[in-house]
Structures are given as C-alpha cells and as structure tokens.
C-alpha cells in the first residue's frame, strides 16, 4: 500500500440525471466513493497533467505543466521535481506529451510553450525535453505555430512510430471576435533518425476545422489502427486517416452547440466506451462552455452519414475544463468525468464531476459531486496510482493553484 497524508477525506454528492433534451435531477443510485489527498505542491497554472512512469520504478508518477516550468511529483511520497524552468519567459508553457522519442528507453516529453491565445500570427513553439542519464533534461526546439494548445503522440501511419500531432487553438492569421475565419492546421511532426540533431518533418494533417480547443487520439471504428476525435467550431469530428497514413477524411460526429461565434460548438473531447460494444463522445460545449454533452453512438453507425444524437446531460456549472473516460466502478461502462474551472455564481460548483451511464441511449445518466469548489480544475487525468486495480483521479487547479489525488474507494 503506497503512502497517503494522515489527513483524508471522504468526499462524494450525488444527483442522477435523465435528459430527454433538458435536464431533470432525480433520486441518485449509489455514488462512487473517493479520498481526498492534497499534493505538496503549489501552481501558478496548472496547465496540464498526466501520470508517467519518470523513473521507470513500476509506479505511475504525476508529471504537470506549470506556467514557468515542468516539474514531476515522485510516487509514493510525491517528492517535487524540477524538469524545466523558465522563470523570466514572458508566456506560458502551456501542453505536453510523453514517449520516448530516441528510444533509449527513458521517457522524453514534448512541451508546447509561448502560450499566446490571442496571437494568431506569432509565437508558439514546439519543442522536446530529452530525458537524460543523469544531468539535466535538454529542451530541444523543433518549430513555432501560433496558438499552440494540445499535443499527442499518434502512430497515424500504422508503422509503430509515432509521430507527434500539434493541434493549435486558432487558425494562423484569423481575426476576432470569432477567429473562425481561417482554419486551424493540425500538424503532424515525423522525428529524424538522430531526433536530437536531424530535422523534423511536417505535414498537415487537415486545416478545415476552426478554434480546435482539443483532440484525442482513439480508435473509434475499432479496426485496431490509431485516428483522432476533435473538438472545434463544428462540433465533434473524426479524423480518419487511409491505410497507408497519408490521406484522411474527416466525419462530423456531433453537432455541437449550433450558435454564432464564439458561444459555437464544442470545447473539449474524449472518446468513451459503454457495454454492448455501444461508444459515446463526451465534449464539453459551446467553446469553453456551460453545458456536458454526449453522443451516444446509434447501433449502426459506420455506414450511415447521420450525426450521433446530442444530450445535455448537466448546465449546472459555468466554464467546464476538462473531460476523461475511464472505468471507476465494477461494472463494463467507462464513466464520464468532468473538471468545472470556473464558476463565479458560486465557487462550490468547481471541482470534479462523474457521470455514471444507467441507460445512456436514453439519456440516463448518474450525476457525483466529488470535494465540490476544492480544485478549480483546468486539467485532470484518470489512472491506477497505488496499483489495487481500480482508476483514481487526478486534479489541477487554476485559481485554486493546488493539485489533489482522488483516491478511488472500490472495494
């Protein structure tokens, strides 16, 4: 059993919700149950978190992009460690990636910094942090793209070599108020053979989705090859590419919400799976929006044109931030997990919220609470932390500037 503070709590509220195109609270079923830890780390920005096994001990570790640095939280004792710094940089890092890019066997990370959401024309930058034997990692530039917000490791080609996929928020050049005006390039970067000195290639991908706040990498039709799912101004898109990986055709999904820039489309995307071989994509909508949305595939999908019915499942919050999908509960459906960033009406309403699917294709959804108004949570990621099988999560904060470990109480 790993190390916990001395100090935990036992946190849940639970409504469950039926939305028949509107949402109606009812009596909830039994929540899932977790414990609160508090990390010993204090953030300016918690940009964005994944759990990475650093140092290759068997145990996920907690890795974040901070504002002005890079810095891992060493499990079991959640030890601070420092991989990059810039303090005097004028913008943020703001996105990362993991994989070991020179196959020595450590894990490398791609940073995506220079964080400039209204500069469309500049700034940027793209770059990796090599992860060496024993000195200090060495960030390695790669290119600029402005506007750079997400970035992925994706094996689009099907070869078992990634290439890195750098989706920027806006599209180079566009204008306000609804930058929707040129699309954003979704670019694919191919490592050299020696990546540390050789030079990267680029391709791009598609240019015609606009205001892309974020894609995953998944496998939607499940043919075992790797494509992605995004979230833009028009909605919920897969991204499909052909057999060999240079080519793809793009399949509007979900519709997204249908209203004039910027309060258009949808936000943040993750590709869920449900029993009976049944899928959904969970955004949150409009662009940086108040409502939690899903798209519950139709039994026969592939071969029709037709978008996945949209259901609102919650507008009881202000600014949703983050989304995942995983299993936390003894059942086959993954649930749906949310981070609210922001809610100034009332402060309570930020934190982690869980959606558990009842009867999905009718819109039955369980709602929890978890630890409401701890974190103002900008980013969050499931995974199994003390090894007992089961999913715990993990949040970042924005105004809260803390991070918190969910530890997950299946029994």
């Known amino acids: 059993m790993l190390f916990r503070a001395p100090c935990l709590l036992l946190l849940c509220m639970s409504t469950s919700l039926i939305i028949d195109r509107s949402a109606r609270i009812l009596p909830s079923a039994e929540s899932p149950k977790f414990e609160a830890q508090e990390l010993p780390v204090t953030l300016q920005v918690g940009y964005a978190v994944r759990a990475i096994d650093i140092n290759a001990d068997g145990k996920l570790d907690i890795a974040i992009v901070d504002s002005k640095r890079v810095i891992w939280l060493e499990n079991p004792t959640w030890k601070t460690h420092v991989i990059y710094e ?75 070599k990634p290439e890195l996929v750098v989706g920027p928020l806006k599209g180079k050049d566009s204008k306000g108020p609804g930058f929707d005006n040129v699309g954003v390039r979704l670019l694919a970067l191919t490592p050299a053979d020696q990546p540390a000195s050789g030079t990267w290639s680029t391709r791009v991908i598609t240019d015609q989705l606009h205001v892309m706040h974020n894609f995953e990498e998944t496998d939607l039709d499940q043919d075992g090859r790797k494509d992605i799912v995004a979230a833009s101004y028009e909605g919920a898109t897969w991204i499909r ?79 949703g931030h983050a989304v995942a999908c995983a299993n936390l509960d003894s059942d086959p459906d993954q649930e749906l997990i949310i981070g609210v960033r922001d809610d100034k009406s009332a402060e309570h309403r930020r934190g982690v919220r869980i959606y558990d699917p009842v009867d999905p294709a009718n819109g039955k959804w369980n709602r929890t609470l978890v630890d409401p108004g701890a974190v103002a949570i900008e980013d969050l990621a499931a995974a199994d932390l003390d090894g007992d099988g089961d999913n715990d999560l993990i949040a970042v904060g924005r105004a809260t500037h803390n991070a918190k470990v969910y530890w997950n109480q299946l029994p």
Not at 133 to 158: A, F, V
Not at 242 to 256: M, N, P, V
Not at 266 to 278: D, F, K, N, V, W
Request: proline residues 7%; negative net charge; charged residues 25%.
């Open 86 to 160: 810039t303090p005097d940089a004028k913008f943020d890092n703001v996105c990362f990636a993991p994989h070991d890019v020179n196959g020595d066997g450590r894990i490398d990370l791609a940073l995506g910094a220079d964080w400039q959401p209204n500069n469309s024309s500049s700034g940027g930058t793209v770059g990796w942090l090599e992860h060496t034997q024993s000195g200090p990692w060495i960030y390695r530039p790669l290119t600029t793209e402005p506007t750079t917000h997400r970035m992925n490791w994706i094996d689009l080609r099907g070869t078992g």
């Open 241 to 319: 590419p052909s057999r060999d990986g240079q080519a793809f055709e793009l399949r509007r999904i979900g519709a997204g919400q249908d209203q004039t820039a910027p309060a258009r489309g949808a936000s943040e995307i993750r590709h869920g799976r449900l029993s009976g071989e049944r899928d959904y994509l969970a955004t949150v909508e409009p662009w940086h929006g108040d409502k939690i949305v899903v798209y519950v595939a139709p039994k026969v999908w592939l071969a029709s044109s037709e978008l996945w019915p949209r259901w609102i499942l919650d507008q009881e919050l202000a600014w």
